[in-house]
């Protein structure tokens, strides 16, 4: 099984360049999630999404957006990149039902922006 | 608010030595608790949860962990060490509720092994 699908692996920016982090899983996870990973701050959450159509801000939202148009897929967009998103992105996905259900993650994406 | 605390942010042990990660909570109830262990340019892989029952928890790779409801602790651990267990651990809090989890992760735990 492929699991939690991250691309791109690496990707350098410009600031105030956009692009988008890619992120499917085939797992038929309802719950899908970013992360960003930064030194000496573990991982926050940035957006969620608890099914298709439907997504709500995390701890750190500001700069990012995201849609669920497909159970599979939760693209990140960062509109107008900083230095400050400099960080690897983690994307993430958990079925619905009981509390505790494990979390699953993509490989990361290592985004620098100059 | 739930919070995490990790008091060792590196740790360096010898190849076949014992191991024990620390780990602090702070939650209003009985949380559901994890931890996940993340190699170097990997992802996060889940090692072990608690959430009810035995508060000695097994995990893959030879993990345990114990949750003590009056430390307010799950503190991971493993009585031998091998080298392929270098990388970094992280301890997470999630609300013992339906629906979807806001997890909280605490800063992590690098571990060093040392031939």
């Known amino acids: 099984n492929a699991g939690v699908t991250q691309t791109p692996k690496f990707q350098v920016l410009k600031t105030g360049q956009s692009m988008t982090l890619q992120c499917a899983q085939d797992m038929n996870h309802e719950y899908m999630s970013w992360y960003r990973q930064d030194p000496g701050m573990g991982l926050r959450l940035i957006h969620y999404s608890v099914g298709a159509g439907i997504t709500d801000q995390g701890e750190v939202p500001n700069g990012y957006n995201v849609s669920r148009s497909t159970t599979e897929d939760f693209p990140l967009r960062l509109l107008s990149a900083a230095p400050s998103q400099t960080s690897v992105y983690f994307c993430?996905?958990?079925?619905?039902?009981?509390?505790?259900?494990?979390?699953?993650f993509g490989e990361g994406s290592w985004l620098t922006v100059v | 608010a739930q919070s995490v605390t990790q008091p060792d942010i590196h740790i360096t042990v010898s190849e076949g030595a014992s191991l024990e990660l620390r780990c602090n909570y702070s939650y209003g109830a009985t949380p559901y608790l994890f931890w996940y262990v993340q190699s170097p340019g990997q992802g996060l892989q889940l090692l072990l949860k608690y959430f009810s029952g035995d508060t000695l928890v097994q995990g893959i790779k030879g993990f345990e962990a114990e949750f003590k409801r009056s430390q307010s602790s799950f503190n991971l651990r493993k009585p031998s060490v091998h080298w392929s267990d270098a990388a970094e651990y992280f301890c997470?809090?999630?609300?013992?509720?339906?629906?979807?989890?806001?997890?909280?992760f605490g800063i992590g735990t690098k571990l060093q092994v040392i031939p």
């Open positions: 997470a809090v999630g609300p013992n509720s339906g629906g979807y989890q806001k997890v909280t």
């Open positions: 993430a996905s958990s079925a619905r039902g009981d509390s505790g259900n494990t979390i699953y």
